[in-house]
């Protein structure tokens, strides 16, 4: 069913929900869903509502257009998305396929309501899992002595895609400020430890060391101050003492994965907002 999704934060005040959904219903609106917040905190309030879309009379655009004179007299950020309009993905991996493969299967099996656009690389390893799939593969190496020119190339297939959102499954590489501020809001980390507790490289084995009773995976957008974007999802698992570190590794691959695919879901359906440095997610 085709529907039209509206989320919306504005200055928290009374009168917002009745303002929106009054328009809604002046049109003849059939809402299917709504969820709502106030942060007390930053005195902000969060909004998303789907609408049936052949209850209204007209199509997004000029909806947007008709919604604007209450948006403005609230002084509120929306935004209106069709769900036949599906979001366009670009993933970025490395070496380790767990996370790339899971989104893969999940996509084909349409637990993923998205676009399968690219996958790009700095290695060749994982082509054939990707080309199975008959997604384009783009092997980008990023020189040590040279990182610019492989980001720009990276940059440049993500234009040429036309990436809504980017998902790094596991890429191994610090994205540059510009990519950051250039795709703020649709990038997608996932990030190998129960941020942020054991962030840097081997995170598990850190784990280990210090005899952790939880592990975990945390699943964030990207800005340009490493691993400290606002999170989206995380989960954890219970391990003991006759845990090896790579029992560890191994059901730590497993949170990564549904955590991804979690967040991943949910920025898909619109149901993320930020927040300032963190997110409401109505799941």
Not at 147 to 153: E, H, S, T, Y
Request: glycine share 6%.
């Amino acid at each position: 069913m085709r529907r039209y999704v509206l989320t919306m934060t504005c200055p928290d005040r009374v009168g917002i929900v009745a303002a929106v959904s009054g328009f809604i219903a002046e049109h003849g609106g059939w809402v299917l869903e709504a969820a709502q917040h106030g942060d007390l905190s930053t005195g902000r309030f969060f909004l998303r509502i789907e609408v049936i879309a052949d209850t209204l009379p007209f199509g997004p655009e000029e909806l947007a257009e008709r919604f604007a004179p209450v948006a403005e007299a609230m002084s509120m950020s929306y935004r209106i998305t069709d769900t036949e309009v599906r979001k366009r993905v670009v993933v970025l991996v490395s070496r380790e396929e767990h996370c790339l493969a899971d989104l893969l299967y999940r996509w084909r099996s349409g637990d993923l309501a998205c676009d399968m656009v690219a996958v790009i690389s700095n290695h060749e390893t994982l082509r054939p899992v990707v080309e199975w799939h008959d997604i384009p593969y783009h092997h980008v190496p990023i020189d040590r002595a040279d990182k610019a020119a492989g980001f720009a190339q990276v940059g440049r297939v993500l234009e040429v895609a036309r990436a809504d959102v980017v998902v790094l499954a596991r890429f191994m590489q610090i994205l540059p400020p510009d990519l950051c501020e250039r795709y703020a809001g649709r990038l997608i980390n996932i990030h190998h430890s129960f941020l942020p507790s054991f962030a840097g490289a081997r995170p598990y084995h850190q784990a280990f060391e210090r005899g952790v009773k939880l592990i975990g995976a945390t699943c964030h957008y990207v800005t340009a101050d490493l691993d400290q974007g606002p999170i989206i999802e995380q989960d954890t698992r219970r391990i003991d003492h006759t845990d090896s570190a790579d029992d560890l590794v191994r059901v730590g691959r497993d949170v990564e994965r549904t955590v991804l695919a979690r967040g991943l879901r949910w920025h898909l359906e619109d149901r993320v907002l930020v927040n300032g440095v963190r997110t409401v997610v109505f799941d």
